[in-house]
């Protein structure tokens, strides 16, 4: 069975930091582009960032461009996001997606998996 599971997430302050990871099992995406959504309470799901197959090459949404960061660890089958300078704009919950290309989309329907979901909270 394919999973992905994400984890990280909590309350933080604004302007804290949060590192999400999301850890994949049941096969691997080594060959896959990687990516993050979110959703907040009330709004349709966003993009956030994505990262091609190799690692080499990621994309943002211009709303977290310089705060956060994507990245991936091959030999884990894990991505990751870094997460600094939040804002209580970025409070929702966090999911993670695998692509069916190795090159990164920013359309959800280019995900053909995804995880759960983690909550990301922003408050003082």
């Known amino acids: 069975q394919v999973q992905l599971v994400e984890s990280g997430g909590g309350l933080v302050q604004p302007g804290g930091s949060l590192r999400l990871s999301c850890a994949a099992s049941?096969?691997?995406?080594?060959?896959?582009?990687m990516g993050w959504f979110r959703q907040a309470p009330g709004k349709e799901r966003e993009f956030v960032a994505a990262?091609?197959?190799?690692?080499?090459?990621?994309y943002y949404t211009d709303s977290v461009k310089g705060r956060f960061t994507i990245s991936r660890d091959n030999a884990k089958n894990t991505v990751y996001l870094q997460m600094n300078s939040l804002k209580p704009e970025d409070t929702a919950v966090y999911y993670c997606?695998?692509?069916?290309?190795?090159?990164?989309?920013?359309?959800?329907?280019?995900?053909?998996?995804w995880g759960q979901g983690t909550q990301v909270t922003v408050s003082s």
């Open positions: 990262i091609n197959w190799s690692g080499r090459s990621t």
């Open positions: 049941g096969r691997t995406f080594n060959s896959n582009a």
């Open positions: 997606a695998a692509d069916r290309y190795g090159s990164y989309n920013v359309g959800s329907a280019y995900y053909d998996y």
